[in-house]
């Protein structure tokens, strides 16, 4: 039937029924179009295939799927981050030895590590609790040392208590306030010594409910600076940001942002060093403003320096005392 | 380009992920809508959506600002489909496919009001299946997209001339198989 109309003009029917055709084009081939009784049926049947084929059309996604996308995409990348954050151990052992801080290093890491003990002994002092609320089964728990059974019971949080089941002779639950002492301390033990990451994450988690407390911040500090899972040292750290930024936090934030092979928990770092710069910092930045491996955290540790040379002309001297 | 985008660009740019993922939830819809519309299918279009924002992530610093963002996404959705179409024809050729089997991808929606129009909606996306690559990626481009021929060649890295031909021949091949459906 068609045989009559070459292949330009099939071509050009084709254009012309997508809108795909020049104005002048266009022009040329509706006039010729007019004269030619082929060409008007076979324009028609493209024009039918393009109608049939735009039932064939995809629906739009809905939010809900899209979202659900999105939280996988936000997985993924955070999964390639935590491959890709890896410093190599040269640029580490050159970190080591390029960096001079004004305060001797013995300082920085004597703090830490006071930090560190503190926390320790937080927990040790179970040992002796003169507690009246909990039961005395839990303390008999505690005291044998049994601290590997101790588990939260349902998500944990429940009607602002904290609930934590007990496996032991007596399948014990004991559930306690946020301002329960016990409870506190059981927080802080799971956090420091559970095997289970997702006991310890969930021990962070819960500590925000808690009130600010210097045991809480050393334990925190404690839990960045050694859980070897980087979801924990994040929550960690990001909870620590709502304290004042001390002595004990910076120096913890410039271990972290100079040794932490995670993006995500150098970035925290950064944020909180930022909040109260001061020239102790400076060595650290000048090592991370060349040496980390991502851009942002370069970029930021750069800022941070320039504000240095703008506001401090000696460095050795601390903007916030 | 609107200066918000630009500027959640550069934030992207310097490694923040969150402008990047804010990035993502401007253009994703568009980006799904052409997956599927590629595709033909959830299944593959959700894991097509992925690699493409996974890509633009790693390769985000090598974007410039003087061109459109998402010509750039869409750039990358074609590759990656063409990408996953190697593959696919790869493994076809493999595991000696049944060639029913394209056939019975679930792409026509539940909610579809009726048999008709779930018929013709499986008769389509089976013709469109048939398309080379090339062929129904133009044509997607250009009849569902709405898309310029200028664009789509920018896209592409091709000819204006060739997306031209692309799309003659789709129509020549969609034309015959769609036909029967012209009176229901």
């Known amino acids: ?321 | 380009m609107e200066n918000n985008i630009k500027s959640l660009i550069l934030e992207a740019q310097r490694g923040n992920t969150e402008a990047f993922h804010e990035l993502v939830s401007f253009y994703d819809e568009r980006v799904m809508i052409l997956a599927l519309q590629l595709t033909r299918d959830k299944q593959d279009a959700e894991d097509l959506y992925q690699e493409v924002f996974m890509k633009a992530f790693k390769a985000i610093e090598s974007f410039r600002l003087e061109s459109e963002f998402f010509t750039w996404l869409y750039r990358i959705t074609v590759n990656s489909f063409y990408n996953l179409q190697r593959k696919a024809s790869r493994i076809q050729q493999q595991e000696s496919l049944d060639p029913e089997k394209e056939s019975t991808h679930n792409i026509a929606d539940e909610t579809m009001s009726t048999s008709e129009k779930s018929e013709i909606r499986s008769a389509v996306s089976k013709a469109l299946s048939q398309l080379p690559t090339q062929q129904k990626t133009v044509f997607v481009m250009k009849h569902y997209e709405g898309m310029k021929i200028r664009e789509i060649s920018n896209i592409l890295d091709i000819s204006d001339g060739s997306v031209k031909r692309y799309l003659f021949r789709a129509m020549e091949k969609l034309r015959p198989v769609l036909k029967e459906y012209r009176y229901v």
């Not at chain 1, 809905?62 to 890896?86: G, H, V, Y």
């Open chain 1, 1 to 321: 039937m068609y045989n009559a109309l070459n292949d330009h003009q099939k071509q050009q029917a084709s254009l012309y029924v997508l809108d795909a055709l020049t104005e002048n084009e266009q022009s040329k081939f509706e006039l010729e179009l007019t004269e030619n009784e082929f060409l008007q049926n076979y324009v028609r049947e493209l024009e039918s295939t393009l109608d049939i084929s735009s039932i064939g059309e995809m629906l739009v996604p809905n939010e809900i799927e899209l979202q659900s996308q999105r939280n996988l995409l936000r997985a993924n990348l955070d999964a390639m981050a935590l491959k890709k954050s890896k410093l190599s151990p040269g640029i580490l052992y050159q970190i080591k030895i390029w960096i001079q801080t004004p305060t001797p290093a013995w300082v920085n890491l004597a703090s830490v590590s006071v930090a560190f003990i503190f926390g320790l002994l937080i927990v040790k002092s179970h040992e002796s609790p003169e507690k009246n609320k909990p039961t005395i089964n839990i303390k008999e728990i505690l005291k044998s040392g049994q601290f590997g059974q101790i588990k939260f019971a349902d998500n944990g949080l429940h009607d602002n208590h904290i609930r934590f089941a007990v496996e032991s002779k007596q399948d014990l639950e004991l559930s306690g306030s946020m301002d329960d002492e016990l409870v506190t301390d059981l927080l802080f033990y799971l956090l420091l010594h559970d095997q289970n990451p997702g006991k310890r994450l969930k021990a962070v988690k819960l500590l925000q409910n808690t009130q600010p407390a210097q045991e809480t911040k050393m334990v925190l500090i404690s839990a960045l600076l050694t859980d070897s899972n980087p979801g924990i040292r994040l929550k960690s750290i990001r909870l620590l940001s709502t304290y004042k930024p001390g002595k004990i936090i910076q120096d913890a934030c410039m271990k972290v942002l100079l040794e932490d092979e995670n993006e995500a928990v150098r970035l925290s770092a950064m944020d909180i060093m930022e909040k109260a710069p001061t020239a102790s910092m400076i060595p650290a930045l000048q090592v991370v403003s060349v040496l980390d491996k991502n851009d942002f955290i370069r970029d930021r540790a750069q800022d941070l320096l320039r504000h240095f040379s703008m506001d401090v002309p000696n460095p050795r001297l601390e903007i916030n005392s």
